[in-house]
């Protein structure tokens, strides 16, 4: 089979660079290694920045996300006692917006067959060839059968642990990474939200975040060692902690209730430059990393599409390379930023195991800036809902 992009990955990066493709006339194929179900119970993301809002509009894949999503103006740091509220709306002018990372990938699927987008799922041993050429292919087994699909590009969006960036010569690229000592326990349960903000607490116990998917369902996290099992927090230990963590004035609002899911994420910083290699693209997860302090991940994911899709539109139907070239630098600049944001949102609102006393007191020092100077509120604020691509 021959096509124009063969993309690796249906998360949000594969799923919409296929959308933005197919919506210019670009052929395309996307390669998923798991099951369209086992895709859509992977709870992830909360929280879209306008950026990703708006190329689904772009797309005109949103008529749910418009009708459900949560229009929020602003959200709430907590430091053990008080809630500082940064007023997103009113420093910046604009709103994120809380829709689960689950529906916009179920729209995007919803949205496929219409749009001519396949999509082939449970396709085993993804090989990446001949990436350096302008005739790169791809190879994988389904149905006990290898299939090739020749291409002009390919699309590395299969996130951290795909195959794509493992394709790239260890002389042609760079890591750079941070694991951090602790995870983030989260719990998803159909109760209604503590508070119709978000809230971010840093507590002498650690670290606290209140959220929710909709008016009838919270997603709440907290931080625990990496040597803590999910078996360690029974429900109520959870809901205990999270009271304590949160502070007074969210505790006497939480409604408790059974976990529909609960797991342990752990937390990583990690780039890899470049984002491209000859004939072979990276985005989304599959080049780099956040922790999901500040709800970055899925974010970058479609900032990086929103520029590949017009660098690829820009050589399909204009014959121009430009884009092609300035891909990975246009991306990185935006990646290091949010990596930037991700990581001081991190060091302000966790305790780290090297901490002493004098760490403590710069988080104290820093959060009591943050609550008396506007400057500093819009800083976090146009960080938060998204620098402009
Ligand atoms: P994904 O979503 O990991 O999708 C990659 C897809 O590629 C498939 N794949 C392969 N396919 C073929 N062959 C192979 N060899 C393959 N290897 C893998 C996988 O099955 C998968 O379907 O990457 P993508 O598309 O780049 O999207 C990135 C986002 O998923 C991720 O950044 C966010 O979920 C991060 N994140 C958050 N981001 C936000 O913007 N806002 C948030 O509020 C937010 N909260 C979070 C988060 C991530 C979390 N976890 C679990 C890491 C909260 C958590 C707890
Ligand atoms: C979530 O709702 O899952 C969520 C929200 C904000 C974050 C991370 C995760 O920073």
Known sequence: MKTEVAIIGAGPAGLLLGHLLRAEGIECVILERASADYVLGRIRAGVLERTTTDLMHRLGIDERLKKEGLLEEGFCLADGERLIRIDTLALTGKHVTVYGQTEVTR????????????????????????????APYVTYAKDGR?????????????????????????????????????????????????????????????????????????????????????????????????????????AARITRGPAIEKSIAPLRSFVFEPMRHGSLFLAGDAAHIVPPTGAKGLNLAASDVAYLSDALIGFFRRGCNEGIGDYSAKALARVWKCERFSWALTKLMHRFPDDGPFERRMQVAELDYIASSPAAQTAIAENYVGIPL
């Not at 219409?114 to 350096?132: F, P, S, W």
Request: with cysteine.
């Open 107 to 134: 729209d995007l699927m919803g949205a496929a067959p219409e749009r001519g987008l396949d999509i082939v799922y449970e396709a085993e041993d993804v090989t990446l060839h001949d990436v350096d050429s302008d």
């Open 146 to 250: 290898t299939h090739r699909i020749d291409a002009r590009f390919i699309a590395g969006c299969d996130g951290y642990h795909g195959a794509s960036r493992r394709a790239v010569p260890a002389s042609a690229g760079r890591s750079f990474e941070r694991v951090h000592p602790f995870g983030w326990l989260g719990i998803l349960a159909d109760v209604p939200p503590c508070h119709d903000e978000l809230i971010y607490a840093n507590h002498a116990n650690g670290f606290a975040l209140a959220s929710m998917r909709s008016k009838t369902r919270s997603r709440y996290y907290i931080d625990v060692p990496l040597t803590e099992r999910v078996e360690d927090w029974p429900d109520e230990r959870l809901w205990d902690e999270l009271a304590l963590r949160l502070g007074p004035e969210a």
